[in-house]
C-alpha cells in the first residue's frame, strides 16, 4: 500500500526483531473474535477522549486525523475546534470515505489516500504545518465484520484483504504468485508463527495441486491441518490471518515512512497521538519518538559543552495510556491499544 511518500511498494518485506508473541497477537485476537462489545453492530472508537485530549486542541488550529474510520475521533476534534480551526482526514478504505460525507462542515476535509501520502497531499493544498496529527492504526472493526473484505476467518468470503480495494493486490493474488520461502518469511515476521514453513508448504502444495485458494474459508482450513499446536481458545489461522494482512496492506512499511513526515509536518508545540494494537506497530512508534527525543549520540566521554549537545525534535508527553477496565469491559476489542504521545519542539 505504501508507494513512498505518494506510492506504495507491492512487494516489500520488513524483517523486524522479534516481538513477543502475545503482544504481537493481541490485535488479531480481539479482532477475530466473535465482535464483544455492548453491541456488535456499533463501531466504538477506541481511546476517544484520551486521544483527543492528548493533541491539546487549539481552537484556531490545523489538524490531521491520519486515519478516519467512521470519524470518531474526527467529530470530536471538530467539536473543539473554533470557527477558523480545520481539520483534514485520511482514510484508504473507500466505504470510510463515503462515511465521511455524513459530515457536513466546511472546517473539514476528507482525502482518499493512506496516510503515507499525508505530507504531499497536504502541501498539495497549500499546508505546510499543522498542529496535531493523530493515528488510530490497524484495522476497524467494521472492516473485519464485513465479510466482502475477507479480513476474517469467521466467514468463508473471498480472500481479499486490501484496506483499498480500489487497488493493489489481494491475499488470494499474493498467494498464487509467492514462492514458499517468501510465503514463510511474511508469516514468520509477520504472525510471529513459529510454524511458519510448514503453513506456507500446505498452502504452496494446496496450489501446486490445482486448489488454488481464493476464500477466506480455504485458507483457514489448510493452516489447521499445518498447525499442530496452538493457544487455547485460538484459533490456528489466526497468526496467518495477520500476517498475510499486514503484509497486503503494508502496515508496517507505510508507518515507518509516515512518522518522519509527522516529524516534518508538527508546528512547534504540535501535538502527535498514536494508538497501535500490537507490539510490531507500537515499536516503531516507540523507537522514532525515542530517537527523535534523544538526540546525545556522541561517543560516550566525547568532550563537549552541555549546550552544544544536539537538541532533542520530539519529547515525550506523559506515559503510554492505555483503555480504561471500564472502555475494555464496554469494547474488549480495545484491550490491546496504547497511546503515545510526542510533541514537537522548536529545533529545526
Do not use: W
Not at 79 to 98: C, N, S, W
Not at 129 to 152: E, H, N
Not at 235 to 240: C, L, Q
Amino acid at each position: 500500500m505504501i508507494r513512498g511518500v505518494n506510492s506504495a511498494p507491492t512487494k516489500a518485506l520488513l524483517s523486524p526483531k522479534k516481538a513477543s508473541a502475545k503482544g504481537a497477537l493481541n490485535l488479531e485476537k480481539q479482532q477475530t473474535e466473535v465482535s464483544e462489545s455492548a453491541n456488535p453492530n456499533v463501531h466504538i472508537t477506541v481511546l476517544l477522549n484520551e486521544a483527543v485530549q492528548a493533541l491539546a486542541i487549539k481552537a484556531d488550529g490545523v489538524y490531521v486525523d491520519g486515519t478516519f474510520g467512521r470519524g470518531g475521533h474526527s467529530r470530536k476534534i471538530l467539536e473543539q475546534l473554533g470557527a477558523t480551526g480545520r481539520l483534514i482526514a485520511f482514510d484508504r478504505d473507500l466505504k470510510a470515505v463515503e462515511s465521511s460525507k455524513e459530515i457536513t462542515d466546511a472546517r473539514f476535509s476528507m482525502v482518499h489516500s493512506h496516510f503515507a501520502g499525508m505530507q504531499a497531499k497536504l502541501n498539495a493544498m497549500g499546508i505546510l504545518k499543522v498542529d496535531g496529527i493523530l493515528l488510530d492504526l490497524g484495522i476497524s472493526s467494521p472492516q473485519i465484520d464485513d465479510a466482502s473484505r475477507g479480513f476474517s476467518f469467521r466467514y468463508d468470503a473471498p480472500l481479499d484483504m486490501r484496506m483499498d480495494q480500489s487497488s493493489g493486490q489481494t491475499a488470494a493474488d499474493f498467494l498464487a504468485d509467492t514462492t514458499e520461502q517468501h510465503l514463510a518469511e511474511v508469516i514468520k515476521n509477520y504472525g510471529e508463527e513459529r510454524f511458519a514453513k510448514q503453513i506456507a508448504r500446505a498452502i504452496i502444495t494446496e496450489r501446486n495441486d490445482g486448489r488454488a485458494i481464493t476464500t477466506t474459508g480455504q485458507l483457514a482450513k489448510v493452516v489447521a491441518g499445518a498447525v499442530t499446536r496452538f493457544e487455547p481458545g485460538q484459533n490456528p489461522a489466526t497468526r496467518t490471518f495477520q500476517a498475510l494482512r499486514i503484509f497486503v496492506n503494508q502496515e508496517l512499511e507505510e508507518l515507518s515512512l509516515t512518522m518522519p513526515q509527522c516529524l516534518a509536518l508538527l508546528a512547534p508545540q504540535g501535538r502527535l497521538a498514536v494508538i497501535s494494537f500490537h507490539s510490531l506497530e507500537d515499536r516503531i512508534v516507540k523507537q522514532f519518538i525515542r530517537d527523535q527525543a534523544n538526540r546525545d549520540d556522541l561517543p560516550a566521554n566525547f568532550p563537549v559543552r552541555a549546550a552544544d549537545l544536539p537538541q532533542p525534535k520530539m519529547m515525550n508527553v506523559g506515559k503510554t495510556i492505555k483503555p480504561s477496565a471500564k472502555e475494555v469491559k464496554v469494547n474488549l476489542r480495545s484491550r490491546s491499544a496504547v497511546l503515545r504521545v510526542a510533541e514537537r519542539t522548536n529545533v529545526a
